[in-house]
């Protein structure tokens, strides 16, 4: 027979967790500090002016908000099946 080894439960957050918040904050902000030099005087654009899906649910900047929801959460389960399968 084996032995199986101790699990330990850590109550911190993953190392991993931060970088992924560092790099999505940097990222997001130097996407509008080049759009605003790219394309300087225009509006920032609705998610229908990029992805042509979206064209029809109409140009509103909440879609960057949902986007970002929807992203945020695959994020988070990816984050939890890759730390299950670590241990």
């Known amino acids: 027979m084996s032995e199986l080894?101790?699990?330990?439960?850590?109550?911190g957050?993953?190392?991993?967790?931060?970088?992924?918040?560092?790099?999505s904050i940097v990222g997001a902000l130097?996407?509008?500090?080049?759009?605003?030099?790219?394309?300087?005087?225009s509006p920032f654009p609705g998610l229908g002016d990029i992805i042509p899906l979206f064209s029809e649910l109409g140009n509103s900047l909440v879609w960057f908000f949902i986007a970002?929801?929807?992203?945020?959460?695959?994020?988070?389960?990816?984050?939890?099946?890759?730390e299950s399968i670590a241990e």
């Open 13 to 23: 957050e993953p190392g991993a967790s931060t970088t992924v918040w560092t790099l």
């Open 30 to 41: 130097a996407f509008m500090i080049l759009y605003g030099v790219l394309y300087p005087g």
């Open 5 to 11: 080894p101790e699990m330990v439960q850590g109550d």
């Open 68 to 82: 970002g929801i929807i992203l945020g959460m695959g994020m988070l389960v990816v984050m939890l099946v890759g």
